[in-house]
């Protein structure tokens, strides 16, 4: 297969809007309120990158690093987390809001709600957020992992006290054997996912997820740096990015900022959807065998992919050195620049905008989101260094080097 860049530009206004009322603010402060109610919750760091910016020609460019979450690595949990609350909060009759984390984690609601199994299928951040989640709250987890998964990854999981194993099938399929042993053991399905008649749990997943994106509105505000001109958002199923983007969509509006959707080429099932362009979605099949495990899903989630088509101004397929660039480029950072340990699911942003800014093959990319020296740009590194014997091998070794 060839390594290359595919992108597909859109115009403003050229798609039927999307609702983005489970993207309010008023949302998002409701998952984070619940959010900070767990054990050692503060909000992640927000790094400015001066040098980075300067490097590439941009005002300023931010990087939202969860690394920091919970000790877990990542910011999967949020989402996980948020959807299992909302379930047995439902358990005991109550609206999220009414209840908390540390009502959940009761004798009294334990009680009235039983033994719960959450099933889910993950490479390892969504099963490990689960996983913590489930344990904490004296509940029961199973966890279904691709083939090529880290066994670092597996061990964190078995950490938390689930029945955790690693498959020998893809993503998707893990995704379909979960819900058929949700139906058959009466386990609860938890998957940032939608499909048809699954809908409620990935919805609650993805305001959770809006925490982060709820933590950088406040942070920017206390900055005064002004809100983000551009989004550079990477997709596995596009939950997150759905969350991101839907957020800053229903805060801002028309001035929302100009926004990239980014995936691995082997997993481009959102880029797949958005070119074609037909109102279907299009699916990704195979191994899927990219460096960022945690973007290689091949079917798109419905409620994602409505806010995604109606409000991204572009999506692009990469190749897996963009990643393993971004990973070397925040861990070696310009000048005074603060570093930031990102796997290869949370640097392909960095990756890209340094592509953008730099790669003439890119140069009508780079026009078409109007990309100069005024441009205020946001990163979310999703993850650190989960997989960290991978990690070395990229940021030490020089795996999969720039190719352009």
């Known amino acids: 297969m060839e390594e290359k860049f595919e992108y597909v530009l859109r115009t403003r206004g050229s798609h039927e809007p999307a609702d983005v009322n489970i993207a309010s603010l008023e949302e998002a402060k409701k998952a984070q309120e619940f959010s900070s109610g767990f054990p050692g919750y503060e909000f ?13 020609g941009v005002g300023s460019v931010f990087v939202k690093d969860e690394s920091f979450r919970f000790g877990l690595n990542a910011f999967k949990v949020l989402g996980g987390g948020y959807a299992i609350g ?27 709600i039983g033994d719960v199994t959450f099933v889910t299928a993950t ?15 004296r509940q029961h987890s199973v966890i279904y992992m691709p083939k090529g998964s880290a066994e670092e990854r597996l061990r964190n999981i078995l950490k938390e006290n689930a029945d955790a194993t690693i498959t020998d099938m893809n993503y998707d399929e893990c995704v379909h054997l979960a819900d058929k042993n949700a139906h058959e053991y009466g386990w609860v399905l938890t998957q940032d996912t939608a499909f048809e ?10 305001q959770g ?7 950088c509105y406040k ?17 596995g199923v596009g939950s997150f990015a759905s969350a991101v983007l839907g957020f800053f969509t229903a805060v801002l509006g028309e001035n929302r900022p100009k926004t990239v959707i980014v995936e691995p080429e082997k997993a481009a099932c959102v880029f797949k959807s958005a070119k074609a362009d037909d109102g279907r979605l299009h699916f990704v099949t195979g191994d899927m ?21 109606a409000y991204a101004d572009a999506f692009v397929s990469c190749p897996d050195w963009v990643s393993a660039d971004g990973m070397r480029i925040l861990g070696n950072p310009a000048g005074s620049d603060p570093k930031v340990v990102s796997g290869e699911s949370g640097a392909v942003g960095a990756g890209l905008i340094s592509e953008i800014m730099r790669n003439p093959v890119l140069r009508e990319l780079k026009e078409h989101l109007g990309l100069d020296e005024h441009s205020r740009v946001l ?22 080097p720039r190719k352009a």
């Open 289 to 309: 065998d990219t460096i960022m495990a945690g973007l290689a899903c091949g079917e798109p989630s419905t409620i994602s992919f409505k806010i995604l088509n």
């Open 86 to 112: 909302n379930y047995l909060a439902g358990k005991l009759g109550k609206d999220i809001g009414e209840t908390s984390f540390a009502e959940l984690t009761s004798d009294e609601a334990r009680a009235k």
């Open 197 to 206: 008649g699954y809908e409620q749990i990935p919805t609650w997943i993805l």
């Open 219 to 235: 942070q920017l505000l206390a900055s005064g740096e002004g809100m983000p001109t551009h989004l550079i958002l990477q997709a």
């Open 44 to 56: 992640t760091p927000l790094r400015k990158l001066d040098g980075f910016a300067e490097a590439l």
């Open 379 to 400: 990163l979310i590194s999703t993850e650190g260094d989960t997989d960290k014997e991978n990690y070395r091998r990229i940021v030490w070794d020089g795996a999969w």
């Open 123 to 137: 490479d390892g951040n969504h099963g490990r957020g689960v996983a913590w989640m489930a344990n904490r709250l």
């Open 209 to 215: 997820y809006m925490t982060l994106a709820y933590e």
